[in-house]
């Protein structure tokens, strides 16, 4: 596969349990873990496992990451903004694993010494190949997130922006803009939004979906409406709390 094929694809990044329950497969790889924090320069292990039937040739490779706004991982260039694929190195790069074996992978961070404070992320991606005088019929594609923090102060900026109604046929959401302006990776989970009438009681209570936000990026929160209410609206919004970020509150008002 050409390179620029390679970035045109959609990665599935697959947790580590994948397939933990799932019949045997011929074919099958994991990784744990599927996200890999280095604090500055060092270095740790990814483990990786054919829990399938027949042997499988691994090519190991560093690429960008790339979210989309509603989260969805995308390989990239490694010279992306805020890449840390050209300061990691990972060995080995090629891997035969027979039915149920496991391997580790080295993967090893050296930061530059002006490097900008904060999160830069890459992936580890694993990748199937045929062995000699063999063919895979289905090529493997498997993506560990790592993540790189530079030293320096960290800045935790999350800002809420427009909140907007949806439509998709008879089903109804809200799609809320979240920016990151600082320079870490947001865990957003458990952020809720209380939808009532201009002047009653909360009735609906939406959680969205868990997601991460990269630093100096924005995304769509989505929270799902299973309410009847038409008309004007006020919608409040929870982002509860982190370490190092206290709890985040707006209130919209919208018709739905």
Do not use: C, Q
Request: aromatic share 2%; proline share 7%; hydrophobic share 45%.
């Amino acid at each position: 596969m050409t390179r620029a094929a390679l970035l045109g694809i959609v990665l599935a990044l697959v947790p580590a349990s994948a397939g933990a329950s799932a019949p045997t497969r011929p074919l099958a790889l994991t990784a744990a873990p599927a996200r890999l924090v280095l604090l500055g320069s060092g270095s740790d292990r990814v483990r990786v496992r054919n829990p399938g039937t027949k042997r499988i040739a691994i090519d190991v490779a560093l690429a960008g990451l790339s979210l989309d706004l509603r989260g969805r991982p995308h390989i990239v260039e490694r010279r992306s903004a805020r890449s840390a694929a050209r300061w990691l190195r990972v060995r080995p790069t090629h891997v035969n694993l027979a039915p149920h074996a496991t391997a580790h992978l080295r993967v090893s961070a050296s930061v530059p010494r002006r490097a900008e404070p904060g999160d830069h992320d890459a992936l580890v991606l694993l990748s199937s190949r045929p062995l000699a005088g063999g063919r895979v019929s289905v090529r493997l594609r498997l993506g560990v997130v790592v993540v790189v923090r530079a030293p320096g102060a960290v800045v935790r900026r999350l800002k809420l922006g427009r909140l907007r109604v949806a439509r998709r046929g008879s089903m109804r959401a809200l799609e809320l803009v979240v920016v990151n302006a600082g320079n870490v990776t947001e865990r957003l989970r458990r952020v809720r939004t209380f939808v009532s009438p201009p002047s009653g009681r909360p009735i609906a209570n939406v959680a969205a979906l868990a997601r991460e936000l990269r630093p100096k990026t924005r995304g769509l929160l989505e929270f799902n409406l299973r309410t009847g209410l038409r008309g004007p609206v006020t919608a409040h919004v929870v982002v509860p709390a982190e370490p190092g970020r206290a709890v985040i509150r707006r209130t919209y008002r919208l018709r739905v």
